[in-house]
């Protein structure tokens, strides 16, 4: 995302540090558990790690933006049919790899639970006898049920990979790094769609694709017909094309964006 943005970025991944002189920024490359902590200390201005990390960490950080990619989700787990709620987590004890995370969502629902920290292999802590319950990211679940572990309670928390902030004023550049990065995320959700039809039905078109501010509408030689451009998300876009085409628009193409400002 980063070289998508126009930043110099490192070839070999056993470069630490990297200076892009015509931006000038400098970026290091640390385990993304360690930047939730450089950042909220103020030993870096900004970051990209993790939320669920950041929460996990217990410093003070501010989240600028999120990244669109690494989702992860929170659960609980326990032996399948003995546990149904939290609630049934008083007294328990409950391994995780996140106990900060885990111990602040408890806490924040009165539930005194003892907190085991493990940095692995969380699913197997119930049947080694370590806890009686678990607190780990869950994908398909399939690797709980094997284990004959089933989630219960809400979910802890949605994570993905995000832009933080140290605290106090913004650093110098943030601005036009969001920018940037909020172009990169737009150029790969969406795409422009070029197509021609009808002026009587060009109302209708709007309604298939109003676009990010408005459709931009150009007159074609042939009399009664324009030609509309529009952005459109791009995992919309077959079903875009075959309501314009249902509607009366011929000509219809659809191409990526290589980069934009919004």
């Known amino acids: ?79 399948a049919g003995e546990l149904t709620s939290i609630k049934d987590l008083a007294g328990k004890r409950l391994a995780t790899s996140y106990p900060g995370l885990v111990k602040n969502y408890l806490a924040a629902r009165g539930i005194d639970t003892s907190v085991i920290k493990l940095d692995g292999a969380v699913e197997v802590a119930i049947r080694l006898g370590v806890a009686d319950a678990i607190a780990d990211v869950v994908e398909t679940g399939t690797s709980l049920r094997k284990a004959g572990l089933a989630v219960f309670g809400d979910t802890i928390l949605e994570s993905e990979a995000i832009l933080i902030s140290r605290g106090g004023a913004a650093p110098a550049g943030l601005d036009g790094l969001v920018r940037r990065l909020d ?60 309501d314009l085409w249902d509607i009366g628009a011929r000509a219809i193409l659809v191409t990526d964006i290589a980069a934009c400002r919004l």
Do not use: C, H
């Open 1 to 79: 995302m980063l070289r998508e943005a126009g930043y110099r970025q490192r070839s070999d991944g056993k470069e630490l540090v990297l200076f892009d002189e015509r931006n000038n920024v400098e970026f290091y490359y640390l385990r993304p558990r360690d930047i939730a902590v450089y950042v909220g200390e103020g030993t870096l201005d900004l970051g990209i790690t993790g939320r669920d990390m950041l929460i996990d960490s217990g410093v003070t950080a501010t989240e600028v933006l999120p990244l669109g990619f690494g989702a992860s989700r929170f659960r609980f787990a326990g032996t």
């Open 183 to 242: 172009g990169v995320l737009t150029a790969r959700n969406y795409v422009l769609v070029d197509y021609d039809i009808p002026a009587d039905k060009v109302e209708d078109a709007f309604q298939v694709t109003p676009g990010k501010e408005s459709p931009t509408v150009s007159p074609l030689a042939k009399e009664g017909w324009v030609a509309v451009r529009a952005m459109v998300p791009a995992d919309q876009a077959q079903l875009v094309m075959d």
